[in-house]
Antibody
């Protein structure tokens, strides 16, 4: 059974960089059938796609966040990571990692999510 | 960017009712539309992909239809465990994604 687990600091100071890692177990991140993505959800609000990465390293970002986002993949560790720079309180959210099918873009496996709070 | 307009934003219904949620895309997205269920404190769960295909293990009371710009999600007979927020998600601008605003479903 595929599992995804987010890890990283739960508290980040304003103007600093948010860094999270998603560890994939029970399957290979190097499959040609999937993208691996980050999605976030501010408290009490809806879902926002942040970006996705293919195992080859090709990346795709939400235009509204593109200038601040970097997603990378480490196939040797079966992990992919998110960096979001110059954070503000508006970046406070639950951050989810997910497996995304290439066929219809459905996110069929999700991590449990991790709350990141931006505060001094 | 493709915008998704989901309605209603909230809905109250009785157990056994037929429930319908709509999602409208700002441009033609063919059938690249997925539906998710999110319960409080949990990650979203995929219910429907490719507009009308039921994900494995999802009860058959859930269904989806539509193509182009107009899509519908239906629960044929509402059950207490269906209380959740439902989201549509488009996948036409490969591989960019947009979610609808969500529909919070409550029991009357």
């Amino acid at each position: 059974q595929l599992q995804l687990q987010e890890s990283g600091p739960g508290l980040v100071k304003p103007s600093e960089t948010l860094s999270l890692t998603c560890t994939v177990s029970g399957g290979s991140i190097s499959s040609s059938s999937y993208y691996w993505g980050w999605i976030r959800q501010p408290p009490g609000k809806g879902l926002e796609w942040i970006g996705s990465i293919y195992y080859s390293g090709s990346t795709y970002y939400n235009p509204s966040l593109k200038s601040r986002v970097t997603i990378s993949v480490d196939t040797s560790k079966n992990q992919f990571s998110l960096k979001l720079s110059s954070v503000t309180a508006a970046d406070t959210a639950v951050y989810y990692c997910a497996r995304i099918m290439i066929t219809f873009g459905e996110a069929d496996y999700w991590g449990q999510g991790t709350l990141v709070t931006v505060s001094s | 960017d493709i915008q998704m307009t989901q309605s209603p934003s909230s809905l109250s219904a009785s157990v056994g009712d037929r429930v319908t949620i709509t999602c409208q895309a700002s441009q033609d997205i063919s059938n690249y539309l997925n539906w998710y269920q999110q319960k409080p404190g949990k990650a979203p769960k995929l219910l429907i992909y490719d507009a009308s295909n039921l994900e494995t293990g999802v009860p058959s009371r859930f269904s989806g239809s539509g193509s182009g710009t107009d899509f519908t999600f239906t629960i044929s007979s509402l059950q207490p465990e269906d209380i959740a927020t439902y989201y549509c998600q488009q996948y036409d601008n490969l591989p960019s994604y947009t979610f609808g605003q969500g529909t919070k479903l409550e029991i009357k």
